[in-house]
């Protein structure tokens, strides 16, 4: 999964949606705890779902300070 790139990111609000490259969408039920880990280390909680097709949801908050 290194050097991976989307082929669009959506961010609205507390949601995002990623949309994978069509040669990477086997990668998606990886892919998407491993975005929600990487906002966590950023101190965003968030919660990843591969949809099955080609793309991840992603709903995240902002941790309290």
Do not use: N
Request: aromatic share 4%; glycine share 10%.
């Amino acid at each position: 999964m290194t050097g991976h790139r989307p082929t669009a990111v959506v961010v609205e609000g507390d949601e995002a949606i990623v949309v994978l490259d069509p040669k990477r969408v086997r990668e998606g039920p990886i892919l998407a705890p491993h975005l929600a880990g990487t906002l966590a280390e950023l101190g965003i909680k968030a919660t990843a779902r591969f949809d099955g097709k080609a793309a991840v949801f992603l709903t995240f908050e902002r941790k309290a300070a």
